[in-house]
């Protein structure tokens, strides 16, 4: 059985969806086919490089912030 991870501050149980829109199809053949899209939570973007801050959708609490990369390719 997967565990999942839950926040340090209030116990909730987080999932992906609670970051990020994900979209989920069934295709012709009755696969499940799913995508993760934008992120939900607050970020910014400066010049070539982006920061997203990550806080628990339960208790608000900031879990921690990423830096990433932007791609040049559209």
Do not use: N
Not at 5 to 21: M, N, R, T
Not at 39 to 51: C, P, T, V
Not at 57 to 74: H, K, M, N, Q, V
């Amino acid at each position: 059985m997967l565990k999942m991870s839950k926040c340090p501050y209030c116990q909730a149980d987080l999932h992906i969806e609670d970051f990020f829109v994900v979209l989920e199809k069934e295709t012709k053949k009755g696969k499940l086919k799913t995508k993760v899209k934008d992120f939900k939570g607050e970020s910014i973007e400066k010049g070539w490089s982006g920061f997203k801050m990550w806080a628990c959708p339960s208790c608000d609490t900031i879990l921690g912030f990423s830096e990433y990369r932007i791609s040049s390719a559209t």
